[in-house]
């Protein structure tokens, strides 16, 4: 188990292009959750998947993003026509649901820097 | 809308003293909270989690009390150590099967050895 992998840590990019970050979640995790941080602030939910399937999705999350978990394994975040706003720290989590448990602690990654120039 | 605020925003305490810090929500229809430690341009780690039926939970030296139904949690950390330092959140997770956390600001601790 080497926990919540995300990639790249750093990005630095200039207005208008886009970006894609991964995240790699626990081995086995069902849920997988994205979060936007900025600087002296909390974390910001963006959108979650239960296995494949987008389930919930912030109004945070405008037409420029969008969330993939393919096979319910891996995710990616992408930002198109990137804008100063969106510099932050984007961070994954995972949790892990099993029968009809739903106490579960989530776990985060280390996240992913935007900056936007 | 779910608002949670934490009190106070920064501490500086002397290592070895006990202390508190405060979560406040307004929404008390919660399903659990959990307690998390930043350390500095880092991803957070969880401490503690309490569900909305619990009063209380502890690990180590971390205890974290609920009480629901006045919309508040407080994290107790005895004996604080230099390493204790970071920055501490509180989360909320709505009791409606929606499963988005609901943070605070933070508490930035500071023990000075």
């Known amino acids: 188990d080497t926990g919540v992998s995300q990639d790249p840590r750093h990005k630095i990019t200039k207005r208008g292009q886009n970006v894609t970050f991964r995240c790699d979640p626990i081995?086995?995790?069902?849920?997988l959750y994205w979060y936007r941080q900025t600087l002296g602030q909390g974390p910001e939910f963006l959108t979650y998947?239960?296995?494949?399937?987008?389930?919930?999705k912030s109004r945070l999350l405008s037409d420029r993003f969008s969330a993939e978990r393919p096979k319910g394994s891996f995710s990616t975040l992408e930002i198109q026509r990137t804008e100063q706003g969106d510099s932050a720290m984007y961070l994954c989590a995972s949790s892990l649901v099993a029968g009809g448990a739903s106490g579960n602690t989530i776990y985060f990654g280390e996240g992913s820097w935007l900056t936007v120039v | 809308k779910q608002e949670v605020t934490q009190i106070p925003a920064a501490l500086s305490v002397p290592e070895g003293e006990n202390l508190v810090l405060n979560c406040s929500f307004t929404d008390s229809a919660i399903y659990n909270l959990q307690w998390f430690r930043q350390d500095p341009g880092k991803g957070l780690t969880s401490l503690l989690l309490?569900?909305?039926?619990?009063r209380e939970q502890t690990s180590g030296r971390l205890n974290a009390s609920l009480d629901k139904s006045s919309g508040r949690s407080t994290l107790y950390i005895a004996a604080s150590q230099p390493g204790d330092s970071a920055t501490y959140l509180c989360a909320v997770r709505p009791d409606t099967g929606r499963r988005a956390l609901t943070f605070g600001s933070g508490t930035r601790l500071q023990v000075q050895p």
């Open positions: 309490i569900q909305s039926s619990q």
């Open positions: 998947f239960q296995n494949e399937a987008q389930l919930e």
């Open positions: 081995s086995e995790h069902n849920r």
